[in-house]
């Protein structure tokens, strides 16, 4: 059954640096999405992906935050000056078909970002 | 705002029935969705309501009450397997190519022998 995959699994970076998470959503999917998880928390929306361009994002995802879909296969989270909050588990998740249809989303199994 | 509601943690016994309850208030309702998330791994879908009712998919049911912004996710003959957490989503958007989820806390469900 094809997956989402996400690299690298676990990403330690030190505070200030820039970060990328990678995923490679499922290819017949047209909807991506970041999640993110602290740590015994919810499980919180960031951003969603339609069409080359942000549909919707969080009050989280402010401009420290990008994505980007460089090619047909990769979709990206860049974080550009990592902040000691920002240590959480990243879900990608992808799905398929229009807007409103029933389909869900499939996840990643996450990168573990540690920032120190 | 958005508010989903569900308990923290249940214990139940091998072989039994559990419920699991979600409440929730959000600004706008497209459907709810229940993920299963073993410790450290992804959540995966269990399953989805969008009309008022039950949805059966084997050993798990579903059942949403849009009037009350309830839902229940029900797990019959339960296995040591079973033992995870339990997420409710609300799907959400203001925008339609959005289509977010928004998450309970989740609920631990330990299944003991």
């Known amino acids: 059954e094809p997956e989402v995959t996400q690299t690298p699994s676990h990403q330690v970076t030190q505070m200030g640096q820039e970060v990328i998470l990678r995923c490679v959503p499922i290819?017949?999917?047209?909807?991506f999405y970041w999640y993110r998880q602290i740590l015994g928390q919810k499980v919180e929306f960031l951003v969603s992906?339609?069409?080359?361009?942000?549909?919707?994002k969080s009050e989280i995802f402010d401009d420290q935050f990008s994505v980007e879909r460089p090619d047909g296969s990769n979709f990206t989270l860049k974080i550009r000056s990592t902040k000691l909050e920002d240590s959480a588990m990243y879900f990608c998740?992808?799905?398929?078909?229009?807007?409103?249809?029933?389909?869900?989303?499939?996840f990643g199994d996450g990168t573990r970002l540690s920032i120190l | 705002g958005q508010n989903i509601d569900q308990p923290t943690e249940m214990t139940a016994t091998e072989g039994a029935i559990v419920q699991i309850n979600c409440t929730y208030q959000?600004?706008?309702?497209?459907?709810l969705f229940w993920y299963q998330q073993h410790a450290g791994e992804a959540p995966t879908f269990l399953s989805y309501?969008?009309?008022?009712g039950l949805e059966e998919k084997g050993r798990f049911s579903s059942f949403l009450s849009r009037s009350k912004g309830y839902s229940y996710l029900l797990l019959k003959e339960l296995q040591m397997k079973d033992s995870a957490s339990y997420l409710c989503?609300?799907?959400?958007?203001?925008?339609?190519?959005?289509?977010?989820?928004?998450f309970g806390g989740g609920t631990r469900v330990l299944v003991k022998p």
């Open positions: 959000t600004s706008g309702f497209n459907g």
């Open positions: 989503a609300v799907k959400s958007s203001i925008k339609a190519a959005g289509n977010k989820l928004t």
């Open positions: 309501n969008v009309l008022d």
């Open positions: 998740a992808s799905r398929p078909g229009r807007p409103g249809s029933n389909q869900p989303q499939h």
């Open positions: 290819s017949n999917h047209l909807y």
């Open positions: 992906f339609y069409n080359n361009e942000i549909s919707e």
